[in-house]
């Protein structure tokens, strides 16, 4: 079992960038298929990026080429770097695991069941 706090979450300003981390525990997270994810207020939550236990990582359309998916495994964080936010990108965002072991990691929440409390991005105009 592995647990999972988030932090980094703030307001920032339309076309800003900010970093949130997943510290994780009780395992290491190049065990698992990573990701981030987010919910918006009246939204289903949607994956934004996952990474592989190899190292691969598959990216909604809509944050390709902004957010970039990474983790440290000395310290056994999970990081989100995203840049040119966007008001629509104002969210909860959670990270979670998926021990199962496959070939890829889906980017379908459902699959994941070890999850943080999250923390919340605001992307003000």
């Known amino acids: 079992q592995v647990l999972l706090e988030e932090s980094g979450g703030d307001s920032v300003q339309t076309g800003g960038s900010l970093r949130v981390s997943c510290a994780a525990s009780?395992?290491?997270?190049?065990?698992?298929?990573m990701g981030w994810f987010r919910q918006a207020p009246g939204k289903e939550r949607e994956g934004v990026a996952v990474?592989?236990?190899?190292?691969?990582?598959v990216y909604a359309d809509s944050v390709r080429g902004r957010f970039i998916i990474s983790r440290d495994n000395t310290k056994n964080i999970l990081y989100l770097n995203m840049t040119d936010l966007q008001a629509e990108d104002t969210a909860t965002y959670y990270c979670?695991?998926?021990?199962?072991?496959?070939?890829?990691?889906?980017?379908?929440?459902?699959?994941?069941?070890?999850w943080g409390q999250g923390t919340q991005v605001t992307i003000a105009s």
């Open positions: 990474i592989h236990r190899n190292g691969d990582s």
């Open positions: 979670a695991a998926d021990p199962a072991w496959r070939g890829y990691c889906p980017l379908n929440p459902q699959g994941y069941i070890y």
């Open positions: 009780g395992d290491a997270v190049n065990n698992y298929c």
